[in-house]
């Protein structure tokens, strides 16, 4: 098989769009796609500092890779959570990038945040493990952004992930996330602006980019998500596009198409108007969610959000 734009050999074939790449038009293609993503949907503005959540996984470690090379301010956040050697690996991986390319990375731990790491959390809360997960990211990433003076929070999901999810939620009709499952997400009430810079592109695609580009990346799922529906979502429309290229791309783009006239704004996606009375965080309600879930942790000690906790640098300066 052959590049359908230079000719030379290809190294990897992209059914929906019906083309074939080598390795450096794939690259330029690549690109071109997150350019046109971060100018539609207004991501950055040049003068942005953005905090990236890194999870030691192929998407965020592109990512990284890729605004860096859009010369783009950009900060790394990795929360270690604590999940035995999926999580030393995670972090160890984390690392390892960063230094070699001298990126500038902040490593805190769940643990230092809540007492318990996230199995622990998952047990002692019975909740499921991935809503554990991502209640505590939304907060410690937010926070972490306005710690440090980011004006966006991005993060690496690509539009497997976000198909998956948009499919989840449909079957299920769960109005409240359809309103808000946008590539970027305006800051309002004390949150950071959100963004998904990869939202055009497919998980092999980003497995292709790390590869011709040498990331070292964590390739097995968290462990703790082994039971989780986006997964069994992922397995359907995987096989829904394989008998039908495209498919996963029509749904996805045309639900973002229609989703405003589907979805107008409402209450219940209105900022978060209260401070949190424990961690001053911005929330819903009197005390917010997070540290509802750390006042479920008893005998685990509780622990202040204004405290300093501790962090790791790759690189000091930051300004």
Same mark, same amino acid.
């Given at each position: ?107 805190? *731990?769940? &643990?230092?945040?809540?007492? /318990?790491? %996230?199995?622990? @959390? ?6 499921? !493990?991935? +809503? #554990? ?69 497919? *998980?092999? &695609?980003?497995?292709?980019? /790390?590869? %011709?580009?040498? @990331? ?6 968290? !462990?703790? +998500? #082994? ?91 930051? +300004?």
């Amino acid at each position: 098989m052959n590049c359908r734009v230079c000719k030379k050999k290809a190294v990897i074939a992209i059914p929906r769009h019906n083309t074939a790449f080598c390795a450096d038009c794939f690259d330029k293609y690549l690109m071109d796609q997150v350019r046109k993503t971060i100018k539609e949907f207004r991501m950055f503005s040049p003068d942005d500092r953005i905090l990236l959540a890194v999870s030691g996984g192929k998407d965020s470690l592109a990512l990284w890779d890729i605004l860096t090379r859009l010369e783009l301010d950009v900060l790394g956040y990795h929360l270690d959570l604590g999940i035995s050697e999926y999580s030393k690996e995670s972090t160890e991986k984390t690392r390892l990038f960063a230094e070699k390319r001298g990126y500038r990375l902040i490593v805190e *731990e769940i &643990e230092s945040e809540t007492g /318990a790491t %996230l199995p622990v @959390i998952a047990e002692s809360t019975k909740r499921p !493990p991935c +809503s #554990a997960c991502g209640l505590s990211k939304r907060h410690l990433f937010n926070r972490a952004a306005r710690q440090y003076d980011c004006q966006v929070l991005a993060t690496g999901h690509n539009m497997d992930d976000e198909a998956s999810r948009l499919l989840g939620n449909i079957l299920h009709w769960q109005d409240g996330y359809l309103e808000k499952q946008f590539p970027a997400l305006p800051a309002e009430g004390g949150l950071i602006r959100k963004v998904k810079p990869l939202n055009r592109l497919t *998980e092999k &695609e980003m497995a292709a980019y /790390a590869y %011709l580009n040498g @990331i070292d990346y964590v390739i097995r799922e968290c !462990p703790m +998500s #082994a039971d989780a529906k986006q997964i069994f979502y992922k397995k359907i429309l995987n096989d829904i596009e394989k008998e039908s290229p495209g498919t996963k791309q029509f749904f996805y783009f045309g639900f973002l198409e229609r989703s405003q006239k589907m979805f107008p704004l409402s209450k219940e996606t209105s900022p978060p108007s209260e401070n949190c009375k424990m961690c001053h965080e911005p929330c819903y309600t009197d005390i917010c969610s997070f540290c509802r879930l750390k006042m479920k942790l008893s005998p685990f000690p509780e622990s202040s959000e204004t405290e300093d906790t501790p962090i790791t640098f790759i690189t000091p300066n930051i +300004s």
